[in-house]
Nanobody, 113 residues
């Protein structure tokens, strides 16, 4: 397993931006894929962005064009740049790793005026 620690959440106004970071306990070079889920109150956990070991990215339709996932292998870190934030983006955001597996503790993102 791999340990993951997220940071970067907070309170932002609609239209604003935040960048989430996910630092892994070891090298992310050989991790099959990493990404971000989010869970809003009363809703199921939703996969919103992923990046594969080859660098390919995929996004949920709800965030496509607004969010960007990237990674810095030297820093063992995956990022989620979130722009043009909407009220409905309010959720707890979780970083995950697949093969080896791991989950972060979650970071709260609140979009409110």
């Amino acid at each position: 397993q791999v340990q993951l620690v997220e940071s970067g959440g907070g309170l932002v106004q609609p239209g604003g931006s935040l960048r989430l970071s996910c630092v892994a306990s070891g090298s992310i070079f050989n991790i099959n894929s990493m990404g971000w889920f989010r869970q809003a109150p009363g809703k199921e956990r939703e996969l919103i962005a992923e990046i594969t070991s080859g660098g390919s990215t995929n996004y949920a339709d709800s965030v496509k064009g607004r969010f960007t996932i990237s990674r810095d292998i030297a820093k063992n870190t995956v990022y989620l740049q979130m722009n043009s934030l909407k009220l409905e983006d309010t959720a707890v955001y979780y970083c995950y790793a697949h093969l080896p597996n791991g989950w972060g503790q979650g970071t709260q993102v609140t979009v409110s005026s």
